[in-house]
């Protein structure tokens, strides 16, 4: 098998889960870091790894399969954008873009290209969400008749200075946590009929606190809560699926069927591989999961089917329409 060398930009959070999750991964290896700070730089020497400033450099000076761009959102469309040009397939971590066109640009550059672009939707690649969506095709359970996803976190202050918090370099939170669930949504129930929702804040707040959202599919409404509360809540995320002759609840915990006449069935829901992330998610084995599926589509350069082009642009197209309305 091929090795597949990567080159990754950016060395935050984000940047040090995939560095460590490439450890890991068989046949793959971490060839150059691209960046300008310091932090990327010693980084870069303590990893044992050459530091180039741009993505074009690095290319043209390392042997370069795979560019893994884990940079803040604002910089995601030039970096995919240059990194494909360069006639590399690229990784990309969440959310594509800001917009609906940035997001169809990369989509389209990476066909102009004869490349592929991966996006880091991190939950396909959960157990949890591979049951739930062999659930949903196969209707074990029957047709689905509602949905709810919550995903709920105290305000995180630590950023509170940052890009994050600045709505055209991060979209705040739709493009931040509501995101995570808004493309599993899609990817298992296809693009709404419409969409609703309620958002709140206090009186000094000048970004959303909290979004409601509820999405209709005619024959059933799906609803969907994110926020950054201003109160020291734990870390929430689940969610919970209405069948004809059943219910899948995920309670953050543990996923359990529940049917009459039936004992609840618990799912075996844990990674054969768990990696400390370093960052606010517990050791896990989605990123190795992830990554693991990203490089065996580029060795043969073909598309995922868990983050397909149109489940990509459905969300923008979904987010940038929730954005709108709340801006105005």
Request: with cysteine; net charge negative.
């Amino acid at each position: 098998m091929k090795r597949m060398n990567i080159g990754l930009v950016g060395v935050g959070g984000m940047g040090n889960v995939h560095y460590a999750n490439y450890q890991e991964i068989k046949d793959c290896c971490v060839s150059a870091v691209c960046g300008t700070s310091q932090r990327t730089r010693e980084t870069a020497e303590a990893w044992g790894v050459p530091c180039y400033p741009t993505i074009t450099e690095m290319v043209q000076n390392a042997d370069i399969d795979v560019v893994d761009i884990c940079t803040p959102t604002y910089l995601h469309h030039d970096m995919v954008m240059e990194a494909l040009r360069c006639r590399k397939h690229t990784i990309c971590e969440k959310p594509i873009a800001l917009s609906y066109q940035d997001a169809k640009e990369m989509i389209d550059e990476a066909k102009k290209q004869g490349r592929q672009l991966y996006i880091a939707q991190v939950l396909q690649f959960t157990k949890e969400i591979e049951i739930l969506r062999k659930a949903v095709a196969s209707e074990e359970y029957g047709k689905p008749l509602d949905a709810y996803f919550e995903r709920l976190s105290a305000c995180p202050q630590w950023a509170m200075d940052g890009w994050l918090f600045d709505v055209d370099r991060s979209g705040l939170l739709p493009y931040d946590l509501h995101i995570h669930d808004l493309d599993v949504i899609v990817s298992l129930f296809g693009e709404p009929r419409s969409c609703s929702f309620t958002s709140c804040q206090g009186a000094d707040k000048n970004y959303p606190e909290q979004f409601r959202v509820s999405y209709d599919y005619g024959a059933f409404h799906v609803g969907a809560e994110a926020a950054w509360f201003n109160a020291d809540i734990p870390w929430t995320a689940r969610w919970r699926v209405y069948f004809e002759n059943g219910m899948l609840i995920n309670d953050g915990a543990a996923l359990t069927a529940y049917q009459f006449g039936r004992e609840p069935k618990v799912f075996d829901t844990a990674d054969e591989v768990m990696i400390s992330t370093g960052i606010n998610v517990p050791p896990c084995g989605w990123y190795y999961n992830e990554l693991s599926h990203f490089l065996e589509c580029a060795r043969e350069n073909r598309p995922s089917p868990y983050v397909t082009e149109a489940q990509l642009l459905t969300v923008m197209k979904l987010l940038e329409e929730i954005s709108a309305r709340w801006r105005t």
